[in-house]
């Protein structure tokens, strides 16, 4: 289902908005719901990968591990791949 989204520009705004979206061939709403989908998109995975980094970071600190352990780990974890191809 959609829904109506009202926004206030003023005239000048409202007016380049429309001819750039025209020159696109879009229309005002289509472009509109582009930047909207594209702005969602970008912002949803910043903050999912933040929230991934600070879990991953609260469990290694509870283990005990500390940052040259995980250095370690992944060095090593690369080097095995590598060997194994």
């Known amino acids: ?3 109506q989204i009202i926004v206030k520009v003023n005239n000048e705004t409202k007016e380049k908005f429309y001819r750039l979206a025209r020159v ?6 289509e472009k509109i719901r582009e930047l909207l989908e594209n702005y969602i998109k ?3 995975i910043g903050a999912v990968v933040d ?6 970071g609260a ?3 509870k283990k005990g591990f500390t940052e040259k352990d995980v ?3 992944i060095k ?5 791949k590598r060997a194994s191809r």
């Open 1 to 3: 289902m959609s829904r």
């Open 24 to 29: 696109e061939g879009k229309t005002a709403s």
């Open 42 to 44: 970008k912002s949803d």
């Open 51 to 56: 929230s991934l980094w600070e879990r991953i």
């Open 59 to 61: 469990k290694i600190k």
């Open 71 to 73: 250095e370690r780990i």
């Open 76 to 80: 090593e974890t690369r080097a095995s």
